[in-house]
């Protein structure tokens, strides 16, 4: 980790951080807490016929992002966590107890922003402006180091994206094969 990392985590405790914020903080990170607000929103856009496909596309991309980063980077870089290399910092919530890189709560974020923006949903600005809030509330409450943030914003995008293509691929696979059927 550079030391500009240090800086900005620093920055942030010495300059941001504030009785409110301390409030508001741990309540915005926990919409993010095992991707609960991003799965709630993929039910509710499956039941609707008009948005199905976009639910079934989000259900897609949190499993892809599931595997990769919670299954393979976090376990293969293992990488401590702010708070365990400077435990000066008084934390808001609970320590997390996996390793700190990628950041899983912006990684399923942005991959939700990622397909309802590649799939024009109306309201996808309201989700890239709470997946802003979810990955800086990662860095204000120490538990991941920036680049953790960018990683998951990363890897985020690259698995909403791989989900909105597997599916544009299937359905002109199962277009063709409905074709050939008549």
């Known amino acids: 980790m550079g030391t500009w990392e240090w800086t900005v985590l620093n920055f942030i405790q010495e300059n941001i951080r504030n009785e409110i914020l301390d409030g508001i903080m741990p309540a915005i990170t926990a919409l993010g807490n095992a991707g609960m607000i991003w799965i709630i929103l993929a ?7 008009k948005h199905r496909t976009t639910g079934m596309i989000l259900v897609a991309a949190m499993v892809i992002d599931a595997v990769l980063c919670n299954g ?10 702010p708070f365990e290399v400077n435990p000066n910092i ?3 919530i609970s320590p997390p107890q996996d390793p700190s890189f990628p950041s899983g709560h912006t990684a399923i974020s942005f991959a939700v922003v990622t397909v309802l923006y590649l799939r024009k949903e109306k309201y996808w600005y309201i989700s890239f402006v709470l997946a802003v809030l979810i990955a800086f509330s990662r860095m204000y409450l120490y538990v991941h ?3 953790d943030v960018l990683g998951g914003c ?7 994206g791989l989900a909105v293509m597997l599916f ?10 409905r074709k050939e059927e008549k």
Request: with cysteine; glycine share 4%.
């Open 43 to 49: 039910c509710a856009l499956m039941i609707s016929k």
């Open 72 to 81: 393979i980077l976090k376990p293969l870089v293992d990488r401590m966590r």
């Open 90 to 92: 008084v934390l808001l």
């Open 145 to 147: 180091f920036p680049t």
């Open 154 to 160: 990363v890897l985020g995008i690259l698995c909403g």
């Open 168 to 177: 544009k691929k299937l359905d002109r696979s199962n277009a063709v094969n």
